[in-house]
């Protein structure tokens, strides 16, 4: 059975100044933003850099993910992969 990529992407490296507004218009050319979410530092209620945006299909994802990682957005070079969604047994966390 073939793996499929999936539609949620994790995008990291961006500035902490970036909106979620900010990041669904960045990623919205490439297809339907279902969602996107910036992770929140508890402390300083700042964003921490990185986020999911999470598309409506997987073809859109893939489109995203070639034409966004390694991009310079607000003067920072920005990486995209496929969210990971599964734990498997033998992964590590500390």
Known sequence: MAKRLGSQLFVSRLSSFTSSEQLRKLFSPFGNVTEARLIMDRRT??????????????????????????????????????????RHDNDTYS
């Open 45 to 86: 209620n700042r964003p921490k850099g990185f986020g999911f945006v999470t598309y409506q299909s997987d073809v859109e994802a893939q489109k995203a993910l070639k034409a966004m990682n390694g991009r310079m957005i607000d003067r920072r070079l920005i990486f995209v992969e496929v969210a990971q969604t599964e």
